[in-house]
């Protein structure tokens, strides 16, 4: 993966008189990823997505956010197929893990999910309001309410919390604008921050939260090495505190052919204990239970991960249902869990020398 940071340098704001432009600051810190230096360029505070720059290459933001809302203009002028990244992820599916406004030239009567304005590929906008020049564009996500208007027409006023296709992405993320092999090119874009509601709590995002873990069972070997949380041997890692009905969101890596998994609900002591479900971790396409399948109940249907290679990973358990999601896919669903109990979260090393690595563990309880 090929990162390059660029610097947008301030640029005059073209506002009216009325617009209050009170709380905003410019986005002015970008990096590259997945794609080489030369796929976007900034001068004189115009990005410019350069027609040879395609997917998976994208622009990210320097920070995360939460609830906000961001304005700026999108230039159009012939073919033009973009996109604006809300709640991107650090690694994996920008679209289907985060939100993506589609950017796109052509006026339409009949607006579909690809259309300008659209939540790509999932929400068509109430109209299509582009024209062949600068286009402004605002956005307001106070979560779960998504507005979004393009020259001042409200296109998208959508509740998140009840749409099933929308309701379990990604609450916080990065920006990003999306390369599709097609000239587009932004100015002018800044964000004010609204308050957020969502509290969570980090189970390891550094050596600091390693004291919220113990050895459960066996011999494993957890390793704090930074932002990641390596795990080797045989056996299994617990949390101090437990958990009944949750949502955690982790980042995961391992080698070929690795096994390991995530507990919930469990007594404490790994596989031994007598109360336990397990979220298997095991990129094998056909094994009996792949990667996202509650072991022993309901096989995942196969997520599209590599080795050695980062993928987001939520695993929602709330009284007799859970739910995976994995790079922004819903894997597995189970709606007839019998231990109702609270236990302990616990990972998994299930095979000595076949690492599995951790980053950015966190805990949201329902």
């Known amino acids: 993966m090929l990162r390059r940071h660029l610097l947008l340098a301030p640029s005059a704001l073209l506002l009216r008189a009325q617009d209050d432009e009170t709380g905003f600051s410019p986005l002015k810190d970008w990096t590259i990823v997945d794609g080489p230096e030369s796929a976007f360029t900034i001068r004189d505070g115009v990005i410019t997505v350069n027609e040879f720059a395609s997917f998976p290459c994208w622009l990210r933001s320097a920070r995360q956010y939460k609830n906000f809302e961001l304005r700026g203009e999108f230039f159009i002028k012939g073919w033009t197929d973009s996109g604006i990244y809300l709640h991107a992820p650090e ?37 299509v309001s582009v024209k062949p020049e600068w286009n402004s564009i605002r956005v307001v996500f106070d979560w779960p309410r998504l507005r979004v208007w393009t020259n001042g027409a409200l296109v998208q006023d959508i509740d998140c919390a009840g749409n099933p296709e929308l309701r379990y992405r990604l609450r916080e993320g990065y920006f990003g604008i999306a390369a599709v092999s097609a000239v587009c090119r932004f100015r002018n874009l800044r964000v004010k921050e609204l308050p957020s509601r969502d509290r969570w709590d980090w189970l390891y995002e550094g050596p600091e939260d390693f004291a919220k873990w113990q050895v459960s069972e066996g011999q494993p070997n ?16 617990r949390t101090v505190e437990k958990f009944r009905d949750f949502e955690l969101q982790t980042y995961v890596r391992a080698a070929s052919q690795h096994n390991s998994g995530i507990l919930f609900r469990s007594t404490g002591r790994g596989l031994a204990g007598e109360k336990h479900y397990e979220i298997q971790l095991h990129n094998v396409e056909e094994a009996h239970f ?6 022993h109940l309901k096989r995942a249907k196969y997520p599209r991960i590599e080795d050695e290679k980062w993928f987001l990973m939520q695993l929602r358990v709330q009284g007799p249902n859970c739910l ?32 599995t690595e951790f980053k950015h563990i966190r805990i949201q309880r329902i």
């Open 91 to 127: 690694h994996g599916r920008p679209t289907q893990a985060g939100f993506q406004i589609k950017v796109f030239h052509q006026p339409e009567e009949k607006p579909a999910s690809n259309s300008m304005g659209a939540i790509l590929p999932v929400v068509a906008p109430k109209l």
């Open 222 to 237: 957890f390793v704090p090495l930074g932002p990641v949380l390596r795990g080797d041997g045989t056996g299994h890692l």
């Open 290 to 295: 792949p990667t996202g399948s509650l072991y």
């Open 324 to 355: 995976v999601r994995v790079d922004g896919e819903t894997v597995m669903e189970y709606e007839n869990l019998d231990i109702l109990d609270e236990g302990y979260i616990e990972l998994q090393a299930h095979r000595r020398g076949y690492w």
